[in-house]
Structure formats: C-alpha cells, structure tokens
C-alpha cells in the first residue's frame, strides 16, 4: 500500500519506518529541507534503538523516501498520516494550528479518493474539524475519509511496540476506510479496535492520564513506605502480582516528565473542563508528580546544606532511559535548580549529554560514568540507565568528597552501597541507610 506521512518527527519517522519494512511505499513529508536532506542521506536526528537500522535499510530497498512536498504526499498515498506536532498551550490545552494548516494543503491537492489519518495526539472531536476544514477547502468535491489511529509508543521501544503492538484502535467514519486501515496493518498480529472517530481520540488520553495515574500512585506511596521504614520496591512487587493491577507503571521515582505525559495530563483536564466535567483525580496526580520532584530536590539541600561552590555529579539527562530526548526532563529540571543555587554539576548520559549542553550550557559533561564522582560532594542517579548498575562505584566512592548517594530511580542495592562506603538515599526505602 502506498502511505505518506507528513510530518517526519519522532512520531512520523518511526511509523513509517516501520510500515516500511512491513512492506509498504512509504514517503516522509516534513517542511524542515535540512531534516529532509540529512534523512535522505540515510542520518538520523534522533535516538531511538533500531531505528536507524531500519531507515537505512528500507531506503537502500527504495520502499522509504523523504520530501518537503504535501502535494506529493497526497499524490503518493491512499493513507495520509497526519504526524506533526501538537504542543502544549499556557492554558493545557493543544495548539492545533499545525493539524488544521496540513489538512488545508491536502484539501487543495486532492484529486483522489484519500483516507486522513490523525496519528498526533489531539483533543477529542478534533477528526470532526479536520473532515470540516478539508470539505470546505477541497473546492473539486473530492471523497475522502477521515480517522483517528493514535499511536501508543514509548521512547526507547518505539520500533517494538509499533512492530508489536497492544492493540491497534481505529476511528471511522464510514466502514470503507475501516477496511483499508484493516489492510495496512494487516501483517501485524494485534487486536484491532474499530471505534467512531471521538471515541478512538479519547483512548488516547484516557490510557496517559491513567498511566501517569499510576505512576504518581507509587511515588504518594513511596511517601508512606519513607515514613513507615517499608521499601517502596517490595510493596510494588507484592501489588504488581494481583493480575488486576499489573507491575508495569508502578515504579517509584523523582517524578514523569517526557513529552508525553506531562502534556497529555495538562490537556485531558483541559478538554474535560470544556466538556463541563472538573476532572479532579487527574489535577491531583499532576500536583504529585511536581511534589516529588520537589522532595527529592530538598532530601539533596537537606543533606548538602548549602549547594553553593558544591559539586554534583549527576548520572542521567534524557527523561527516561534509551531515548535522548531532554523535552521535559526531570534531571535537566534538577541540574538547573542545582546550577541556579550555585553548584557545579558534573553530568554523564550515555546519548543525551549533548543535546542537554545545548538546553544547559553551564553543565559539564563528562565522558564516562564514573568521572561525574571526581570531587563531588555526592552522586545523583537521575535516569534509569541500566549502565549505571555497572559503574566501577567502589572507583567513584574514592574520587568523592562526600559518600552521599541520591538514587532517584532506586536503581542500586542499598546494603551493597552501604558496603561499598556510601550514605545511600533511595525513593520511599525507609530511613537513609548508611
């Protein structure tokens, strides 16, 4: 089948990679020439695990190709995919300028049956506005389809979870684009979900509110097991096992940060206030995910006391393992509080150092693990690299100032660091140990 993205970021890129090597002619749209030329030259912007492997491969094959022309895109595709970017507003809720300019340029190119796909994540009944704004632009009375297909990838697995998804859910309108979106997934062994086009966008943000739900859930209890001398991993692991619940998502940390959540939790509450439904749960579990960023930053400045003419050595950059993306970083939130109080902060990342100079340009980035310790008044483990278990940390317990240890991700074995000569402080562990 003959697909077109317009909209060759994180979300673009990847799907239709993938649909790529589903077999699939697929053409990457973007406005950006210079992304365009550096994709087609086989270079990739962004970080993400096989990824790379795939563009290179399925252009050699000629199934994959870029261009800065949505007339081309509408020319190439019975599927067009609507991938650009949706940010945040002040309020919470999405600027949606972007959506409603791409469906203009397609109304006025089409000369052929097309089905348009919103893959961006959007406020419910934005599939209605854009069916509107294509029909009243689309001068030659051309039939079309609008659908809602959202996508469900998380940075660091998007190739897997595109190639082997949960479920695959589609909006319609009509059976007849139903059908062919059927077709194009169609290698993939998934359940497929066909719903009208509201209720396919409220899934969406239905499952990122719920999972950061769950998320502020064990970071509320992590406060319990502090107070109580619990650990916070035990308790999660004997809940995780209720079939009910599930252990994904219930990892205590410093808080969720991404491009996802954050905004999606933002614009949930947004939307259901222009609904007339005051969603209070969901501003709840906003308010503690921002608390506990904020305890952790003052379990630091509690133990440091003053952080001015200190020196941090912080472990992680990126949001979240297995990505570089820096958008919405909790640790980038805590080295810039850190550097606002005057302290020196010495970072490793093994992909997003670069990129996070670039939003941070007083951090110091280091070029291997274990030298972020070099002086340092104490560690701080802001990302879940799984490299950090490996780090020579009886090396970097000699190289500090101080043995404090701030792991933010509970990462390590306390009584192994404990061992090892440091002050071990973990998320919702108890009492500090050491």
């Known amino acids: 089948m003959n697909v077109s993205m317009v909209g060759s970021g994180y979300v673009g890129l990847t799907t239709g ?8 002619q697929v053409l990457c749209v973007d406005n950006d020439a ?65 959506v409603e300019k791409v469906a203009r340029e397609i109304a006025r190119h089409l000369r052929d049956y097309r089905v348009i796909v919103d893959k961006s994540t959007v406020p419910v009944r934005t599939g209605e506005k854009v069916a509107q704004t294509i029909a009243r632009y689309n001068t ?41 979106m059927k077709e194009l997934y169609r290698p993939i062994a998934a359940p497929v979900v066909v719903t009208d086009l509201n209720s396919a966008e409220l899934i969406k943000h239905a499952s990122n509110s719920f999972l950061a739900l769950k998320i502020s859930y064990i970071n509320a209890l992590s406060q319990i097991c502090e107070r109580a001398g619990a650990d916070v991993d035990l308790v999660a692991e004997g809940m995780g096992l209720d079939q009910r619940i ?29 609904l007339g439904y005051d969603f209070r749960l969901l501003k709840e579990v906003a308010a503690i ?7 952790f930053f003052k379990k630091i400045r509690r ?20 990505t570089d993306d820096v958008r919405n970083s909790v640790a980038l939130e805590l080295a810039s509080r850190f550097l606002r109080e005057g302290a020196r902060v010495r970072a490793y990342d093994p992909v997003a150092g670069r990129k996070a100079q670039r939003v941070l340009r007083e951090l110091e980035i280091c070029e291997v693990g274990e030298e972020v310790a070099r ?19 009886a090396r970097m317990r000699k190289w500090m100032i101080s043995p404090l240890l701030f792991d933010g991700r509970n990462l390590l074995d306390p009584a192994h660091m404990v061992a090892l000569g440091f002050q071990y402080e973990g998320v919702g562990r108890g009492l500090r140990i050491g």
């Open 17 to 24: 990679a993938c649909f790529a090597e589903l077999g699939h």
């Open 140 to 180: 030659q009375g051309v039939d079309f389809d609008v659908v809602s297909n959202p996508e469900f990838l998380r940075e660091g697995c998007a190739v897997h979870d595109l190639l082997h998804p949960d479920r695959i859910v589609i909006g319609v309108q009509r059976p007849r684009a139903a059908e062919i």
């Open 246 to 274: 599930g252990k994904a998502f219930l990892k205590a940390g410093i808080g969720y940060g991404g491009s996802c959540f954050p905004k999606d939790l933002a614009a949930f509450i947004r939307i259901s206030e222009e």
């Open 375 to 393: 002086g340092a008044d104490c560690v701080v483990i802001a990302t879940e690299w799984d490299e950090f278990r490996r780090l020579d940390w």
């Open 289 to 295: 995910n921002e608390e506990q960023k904020e305890r």
């Open 303 to 322: 133990a440091l006391w003053v952080l001015e003419e200190k020196t941090i050595g912080l472990l992680g950059l990126a949001f979240k393992a297995n």
């Open 34 to 98: 210079e992304k365009v030329a550096l994709l087609s030259r086989g270079e990739i912007p962004i970080y993400e695990p096989g990824l790379e492997e795939l563009v290179r491969g399925n252009a050699a094959k000629g199934r994959l190709r870029f261009s800065t022309s949505v007339a081309e895109a509408v020319d190439h595709g019975l599927v067009i995919f609507l991938t650009v970017p949706t940010p945040p507003q002040p309020d919470g809720s999405v600027d949606l300028r972007y």
